[in-house]
């Protein structure tokens, strides 16, 4: 592909990626049907119990990520306009705000709810079913379908923690981050309900404390991934702990060019890829042309899929912000000193 032929805007996946992508869509009907059957399940049984009144608000939830995955999925490849002239991959990153303010706000309600409970000590009443003529302990119910629900939130959540990586997506990453809560909200409920079995009425909310302050968790972590992303701060691995090697690795290949004395990258996350502004200091008596400029995008645009929206521009010296305001190596240094 000739560089006049490349659009900003819309990320071109390889095929292995469009494979991936329509895995994760796959993965992510799945969850909501295993939800709907969780869901329904979990309303029929769970009585006055605070935990699994917990679980059952924490199963709504769950329907958020996912919902939020697909909806933004058919809107980051619309073109570019011109009131959008960088494209439409931050849906990504406001799919992700929404699922994690979702996940901060309910765990908040069930950590008060639970603790008022614990403090006015709150004894849950757990009925019984009449079934074939024999008088059956509703906690049993809600046990077998607190430990069924487990086994599909663990596999899914497995699959798409791969597919996320791979797709550096934050929405698909705090989905599986959210299926994690949904296997321990599982456990964490057994354990309450069975606990209230054995006379242990300080278990139902105890388990249910122990969902929200899970739900909370992962909903503190990724509202401020994702505030961070929005707010245009530099590139970060999908985890949100390091900067992204991919920076320093475009660096890297603006320098192999012989009229590139020193470069850096101004990289930001705009979903599923990256905006990416490099500065480059011209080697001395090289006169730069737009082809070589364009050239140089190109190429850059081609070490890796997620590099998109590349921007080439010469500068007499590199902007401290592309480096921490240090000397971004011996020969950059060596290039401003010369000057």
């Not at 399940?41 to 917990?54: I, N, P, R, T």
């Not at 709150?122 to 024999?134: N, S, V």
């Not at 079995?197 to 278990?203: N, Y």
């Not at 998109?308 to 902007?319: A, G, N």
């Amino acid at each position: 592909m000739t560089t006049t032929e490349r659009r900003f805007g819309r990320t071109e996946l390889t095929p292995e990626l469009q494979q991936a992508l329509r895995r994760a869509m796959r993965l992510e009907w799945t969850t909501i049907g295993v939800l709907a059957v969780t869901v329904a399940l979990v309303a029929l049984v769970m009585g006055s119990s605070q935990a699994m009144k917990a679980a059952w608000i924490e199963d709504m939830l769950s329907f958020v990520p996912p919902v939020a995955f697909l909806v933004a999925v058919r809107i980051i490849n619309r073109p570019p306009t011109h009131n959008r002239p960088y494209g439409n991959h931050r849906a990504m990153g406001v799919g992700h705000l929404v699922a994690s303010v979702a996940l901060l706000v309910m765990g908040s309600y069930l950590i008060v709810d639970s603790a008022i409970g614990l403090v006015t000590a709150e004894h849950p009443p757990i009925g019984t079913f009449h079934l074939f003529g024999h008088t059956v302990w509703q906690g049993w119910f809600m046990i077998v379908i607190m430990i069924l629900s487990i086994p599909g939130p663990v596999i899914l959540g497995r699959m798409k923690i791969k597919i996320a990586e791979q797709l550096h997506d934050k929405v698909l990453y705090a989905d599986a981050d959210m299926n994690k809560a949904d296997w321990q909200t599982g456990v964490a409920t057994a354990v309450g309900v069975a606990g209230v079995g054995l006379g242990l009425w300080w278990f139902d909310a105890a388990a249910a404390l122990f969902v929200g302050v899970s739900i909370l968790r992962d909903g503190v972590t990724n509202v401020g991934t994702a505030i961070t992303d929005l707010a245009d701060a530099r590139a970060r691995t999908i985890e949100g702990n390091d900067e992204h090697p991919l920076i320093r690795q475009a660096e890297e290949h603006a320098q192999t060019f012989d009229w590139v004395e020193s470069a850096g990258a101004r990289i930001r996350d705009e979903g599923h890829v990256f905006h990416t502004e490099m500065f480059i200091v011209p080697a001395a008596g090289r006169e730069l042309t737009t082809a070589m400029i364009d050239e140089l995008r190109a190429s850059l645009a081609d070490v890796d899929w997620k590099l998109e929206d590349v921007v080439v521009s010469p500068v007499r010296e590199l902007p401290a912000e592309v480096h921490g305001g240090e000397p971004q190596d011996k020969q950059s240094e060596g290039g401003r000193n010369s000057e």
